[in-house]
């Protein structure tokens, strides 16, 4: 079993953004943190399957938010 790190987000519509960092393009949406999280899981699924090989989960160590 594999771990991924995976970021959620709102956006100005109020939809629930999920991105994996360590797959570059794998992302996904839904109206519920729920459904984005199911949604995650399918995306990674196909990123695997494409990309498998190349992708090399990291350690997560944390988020830091920057105001400019």
């Known amino acids: 079993m594999v ?3 995976v970021i959620l987000e ?3 519509e109020g939809f629930y953004v999920a991105s994996v960092p360590e ?3 794998c992302y ?4 519920t943190i729920p459904q984005v999280l199911e949604r ?14 190349n992708i090399k989960p990291m350690k997560f160590i944390g988020i ?3 105001e400019m």
Do not use: Y
Not at 28 to 31: E, L, N
Not at 40 to 53: F, H, M, P, T, Y
């Open 64 to 66: 830091q938010k920057i």
């Open 3 to 5: 771990e991924f790190n």
């Open 28 to 31: 996904t949406q839904g109206k």
């Open 10 to 12: 709102k956006d100005e």
């Open 40 to 53: 995650i899981k399918e995306a990674i699924e196909v990123c695997l399957e494409a990309d498998g090989e």
């Open 23 to 25: 797959i570059q393009g």
